[in-house]
């Protein structure tokens, strides 16, 4: 394996070489548990379970860190607005990402810290600020002081002196962009007991100290949106090499996905959350889905994209299913030259189609020996990618639940016609039965994520 990354940090592809010979550590921004998730935090759990198992495959070990913010001022808000102490809102929250990972194949993270189980380390942290003179006590806060690193901005490619100020209260700063550590007590927060009095830690410090905790001092890969380069990541590298620590040596950040051009927001009813997609396609698929495009680049979601990938995956898996040899292939040169190439899955989605379409002209030529030996091949490459339809993870889906799926489509199609052509009435009964029909699919494939 002689992988080439992009490095965020570098603006440059650089030849990864782990810190510790065969063990990779990874720092993974994990979600924040305000509202159950949408596909837009999706996306960076596939792209990195992906880069996860590319690693395993190259005989790495992998350390995964992923946190769950479980305090935050998104938290707190909703919180209060709904008079709901805030642990109420995490932990069920929290199970719901656990419970979607899952569905969506991806590999368990070697730990899962969360930020209120780590105050302690928090508090270490800044206290080491603060007697270094990089952080400052102002009324029960405490305020990173941008000012005292020279090398402020250098993550996100900005001159210090033209960033804008930080989004915190800025009483007691002594320049608009300092950032907030620890935030003293208000009404109605949750508050831990601190040197600088009662209060919570602020969001950026939660992973420096987490990072900290669990895969030392430095480490190698640190991975997240690229809606986090700044202010997230960039005061998380500040405040670490402030503090004395070399963090991470690689930077990855995944593009971001949008609706209608639009960010997705994070809203309880939210029509891209997980169980409403689910509606239309399996797991499988939604992963095919927001693993075919490049990780680095932006995603404009759409329905007819998603049917699109649907169909894209159902080809690949007719193949193999029909076929069904084992997966004990070496990988196409093509399609390792791919993934060792900053992770390019589309080109080794290409290998992957390549394959089948091979292997279809040969069963069509009754030449059964080369089919078999092109499903290995594709088997070999879809396992890497989380996509074997032949894998424990998927073998459970059949044949019955995609002409399930192919008959829903046939009433929706046939519903919308009636409505076009004015009887609205036949329209909404087609309608109720296939909501009645949705809802027992739901109870049968994935029971699990149903709240």
Sequence with gaps: ????????????????????PGVVSIYLCGPTVVVPPHVGQLRSQVNFDILHRWLKCGGYEVLLCRNVTDIEDKIIHRSIAEGVPWWRITDPVHRAFVRTYTALGCLPPS????????????????????????????????????GSYPNYGSLSRQQAERLRAAEENERGKRDPRDFALWKSAKSGEPVWHSPWGEGRPGWHLECSAMARRYLGAEFDIHGGGANLIFPHHENEMAQSRAAGDSFARFWLHNGPVTHRGEKIRK?????????????????????????????????????????????????????????GSDAAAPLPPQFSEAMDNDLNVPQALAAVHGSVAEGNAAL?????????????????????????PLSDTWHRE??????????????????????????????????????????????????????
């Design 1 to 20: 394996m002689g992988l080439r990354l992009y490095d965020t940090h570098r603006r440059a592809v650089r030849d990864f070489v782990p810190r510790i």
């Design 267 to 323: 809203h309880p009813r939210n029509p891209l959350a997980v169980p409403a997609l689910l509606d239309r396609v399996r797991p499988v698929e939604l992963r095919y889905y927001l693993a075919a495009a490049h990780y680095r680049s932006p995603m404009e979601f759409s329905p007819d994209a998603l049917d699109e990938a649907a169909a894209a995956y159902r080809r690949v898996e007719r193949f193999v299913l029909r076929v």
């Design 364 to 388: 069509a030529a009754g030449d059964r020996e080369r089919a078999a030996g092109k499903c290995r091949s594709a088997r070999a490459m879809l396992n890497v990618l989380g996509l074997d």
């Design 398 to 451: 059949t044949h019955l639940q995609e002409v399930a799926g192919a008959v829903l489509r046939v009433v929706r199609n046939l519903a919308a016609v009636s409505a076009r052509q004015g009887d609205h009435e036949r329209a909404r009964v087609m309608e109720q039965h296939i909501e009645m029909a949705l809802a027992k699919r739901r109870q049968i494939e994935h029971p699990a994520l149903i709240r």
């Design 111 to 146: 730990v899962e810290p969360r930020a209120t189980g780590h105050i302690p380390e928090m508090i270490e942290m800044v206290e080491q600020l603060v007697a270094s003179g990089h952080a400052y006590e102002s009324d029960g806060d405490v305020y990173f002081s941008v």
